[in-house]
């Protein structure tokens, strides 16, 4: 059965309101920007976050109000702000639920959610602040039923007696969206280079959306270098094609990060007021996904592809009259 859908669709019908939602890629590497943009388009809000190293993803979606409570443990387009703007100021003013794990607990509690597991068992955080202090408390916590009703518990280890551990909750993960290489209709993924979160958030959600680059046939995707194959398409739900939809980030051995425009967001993001006309021109002021990239224009998204024995997106001349 094809599970291929248009952008439009897949988020109407697998994005709701008040969601658990956690988005793959890494800071500036393979995230799902063009779900991102149809999201805000599209007006879905309140959402529980469970993030990995972010950058201008949730950024854009918290500094638009769409986030009720994120856990992460790292926000930046790394490069280009130390910290994301509209996060930081969301922070400061007191108007987001924001907790604060380590970035090795946090991958490691969504990976106990890929494996079923009730709560996870770690000795990690033990000995810093991020145990003696909470960004969402305990009272804040009760008013939300999607959030743990404790940050993490102290638990005897039941094979080594008088032994603290810090059991950390284990996230419900309602939507997870991943932009990946190439998938088929089946739902078959394919990511190369590293799969970050991406396969633990694809096995633990209730809904996963795969938006990709290449849209190819199942027995493509299954006979021919299958081993780089990375989800199942029973775990995914609809599949989206999406050519740059991790634009302006980078998507490995297909195209390089847009320094340019997040450059540009750097700049953009530092006021509400030239933040919300970014939005306007960029996410509101464009019907869709592929007016996106015709707003982009061709010249520049050639310029960011990938050169091969580089890694990246470079002037082959000029490096070879550099040696």
């Not at 340019?260 to 509400?272: G, R």
Request: net charge negative.
């Amino acid at each position: 059965m094809s599970k291929v859908m248009n952008l439009k669709d897949a988020i109407a019908k697998y994005v709701e309101n008040g969601d658990v939602i956690s988005l793959g890629g890494f800071t500036t590497n393979r995230k799902p920007y063009a779900a991102v943009n149809e999201i805000l388009r599209q007006g879905q809000k309140d959402f529980i976050v469970e993030a990995g190293p972010a950058g201008g993803d949730w950024d854009t979606l918290i500094g638009a109000g769409r986030v009720k409570a994120y856990i992460n443990c790292y926000t930046a387009n790394s490069g280009y702000t130390n910290v994301s703007r509209r996060f930081r100021a969301a922070v400061e003013k007191g108007e987001l639920l924001m907790e604060d794990y380590s970035q090795d607990v946090e991958m490691q509690r969504i990976h106990a959610a890929a494996l079923g597991l009730p709560y996870l068992p770690v000795r990690l955080m033990m000995g810093s602040s991020l145990v003696d202090e909470w960004g969402i408390s305990k009272e804040e916590r009760q008013k939300i039923d999607k959030l743990p009703d404790d940050k993490f518990i102290y638990v005897e280890n039941p094979f080594k007696k008088g032994e603290k551990l810090v059991a950390a909750p284990v996230p419900e993960i309602d939507t997870a969206i991943i932009h990946v290489q190439m998938a088929s209709p089946d739902g078959t993924t394919r990511i190369l280079g590293n799969t970050f979160h991406d396969v633990d958030i694809a096995i633990a959600a209730r809904k996963v959306i795969v938006t990709c680059e290449e849209l190819v046939s199942d027995e493509y995707i299954k006979n021919f270098d299958a081993d780089e194959n990375k989800i199942p398409g029973f775990c995914v739900d609809a599949v989206v094609h999406a050519p740059f939809g991790a634009h302006p980030s980078q998507c490995y051995k297909y195209y390089d990060y847009d320094a340019d425009f997040y450059k540009m967001y750097n700049v953009k993001s530092k006021t509400e007021e030239d933040f919300n006309a970014f939005l306007d021109e960029w996410v509101y002021g464009v019907e869709d996904h592929d007016a996106y990239l015709n707003k982009l224009g061709a010249t520049r998204l050639i310029g960011l592809k990938d050169v091969p024995g580089f890694g990246y997106a470079t002037d082959v001349l000029k490096k070879g009259e550099e040696k």
